[in-house]
């Protein structure tokens, strides 16, 4: 057990813990994590408790935790052990957007593709990260604001990785957003995952036409067309000239828009589950 064998005043116990004195009132006063008596001088003391709750906050710095998130499992003993290192980069990931801190944001970002590579920061991370703010939005509970933030720092973040996808000699995937759906990040995360498989991507992006999907296709002809949708009616209402489009290409229909009966009306196949289970069926060779 570690001690300050105090209590102390708070220049002696920073020097006994190894924190400076700034950082632990501020640590004091965002997070209530020491709890000093008053001399009866009036000056602050800082005891054993308050020393082995410093240790714990620094113990989970270490293990990657927000300072919020290292506070309360200092707080309560036993959560900290509770909290894995991908979880703890999402809670910190989530807290730069909320304080629309970018450099903060990026740095999680950069640490995580470091040590997981781009398919462990897209399960770990980045995916469960923009789950959690659509909750959070959907009730009430986070801003549209961070929303919106966090999309688009993490949708520019992706499209920096696919920066010359469409090279190579792999087979070629024309991927796009049907009419009016305009989430495209899915989509990206796919097309990247799809990259590690050695495909190569043309990737149209949020609300595209199918008209112009389909001059797309003639003119690069893909091995496979995936169109995806949150909304079954952006399928439903380009039925036609999806009908068209599967009788010429290699048609696949994605998202929650997308079921088995929308793909046989349209003669689509449905590419089911999520990005990393469709991009590997798609990959998988004919048989395989």
Known sequence: MITASGPHRIGEFARRVGVSPELLRAWEQRYGLLSPVRSPGGFRLYGDEDAERVARMRHGLDQGLSAAEAAAAALRPG??????????????????????????????????????????????????????????????????????????????????????????????????????????????????????????????????????????????????????SFRTSAFTGEATALRRLARSHRLLLSGRGADAAVCRRIGATHLDGDVFSAAAALARPPGG
Request: proline fraction near 4%; charged fraction near 20%; include cysteine.
């Open 79 to 228: 959560l900290a052990s509770d909290v894995s290192p991908a979880a703890a980069s999402v809670d910190r990931l989530l807290d730069a957007c909320r304080r629309f801190d970018e450099d903060a944001a990026h740095a999680v970002l950069d640490g995580s593709l470091a040590a997981f590579g781009v398919d462990g920061m897209l399960r770990e991370l980045v995916l469960p990260a923009l789950t959690q703010i659509g909750a959070e939005w959907e009730e009430d509970s986070g801003t549209i604001g961070v929303e919106h933030f966090a999309s688009n720092l993490i949708r520019g973040r992706l499209l920096g990785l696919a920066r010359l996808w469409g090279r190579g000699g792999g087979p070629l995937a024309l991927l796009a957003c049907a009419p009016g759906e305009e989430h495209d990040i899915s989509l990206l995360a796919f097309g990247l995952l799809l990259r590690s498989y050695g495909w190569r991507i043309v990737f149209l992006g949020a609300d595209i036409p199918v008209a112009n999907v389909a001059q797309t296709a003639q003119l690069t002809d893909p091995e496979a067309i995936v169109i995806t």
